[in-house]
């Protein structure tokens, strides 16, 4: 996730010709633009949703299914289970399907738009550069 993440990094650099100094959560902010980490974990969540919502005989559901009833460390239900936590999603795996796809979309959007802003946030508090700058919300400044 990190070299993902540093070649995100070097990409916003790079648009903005922008030096090495200023810390990469300023230009984040500042562009309101959101940490890979954040996009992949919405995916997955997506995903999820997606998965629960196949019918009970496809192949990929019972794929699913068998994750479910015995996950081994390392498995990609325990990663999107740990997603759901980290984005306070509050949801289980079996109220899921019961939202439509929209709606479920939606929440997701918000959900790790806020855990995504409060963590960029935090980071920039570190830094003496950010002092100044407050944000109220992650959108273009």
Request: aromatic fraction near 8%; include cysteine; proline fraction near 4%.
């Amino acid at each position: 996730m990190r070299e993902l993440e540093e070649v995100d990094e070097c990409f916003l650099r790079r648009i903005l010709n922008a030096h090495s100094k200023p810390p990469i959560e300023a230009l984040y902010l500042e562009l309101g633009c959101t940490p890979l980490r954040y996009i992949i974990k919405s995916r997955r969540i997506n995903y999820l949703h997606y998965l629960t919502k196949l019918k009970k005989d496809e192949l990929l559901s019972r794929f699913f299914q068998a994750q479910m009833k015995s996950p081994v460390q390392g498995d990609w239900i325990n990663t999107v289970v740990e997603d759901l936590k980290h984005v306070n999603l509050n949801l289980t795996i079996k109220d899921i399907p019961l939202k439509s796809k929209l709606k479920f979309k939606k929440d997701v959007k918000v959900k790790v738009a806020t855990t995504a802003f409060n963590y960029l946030k935090q980071k920039a508090e570190v830094h003496s550069k950010m002092d100044n700058l407050k944000y109220k919300k992650l959108s273009l400044q």
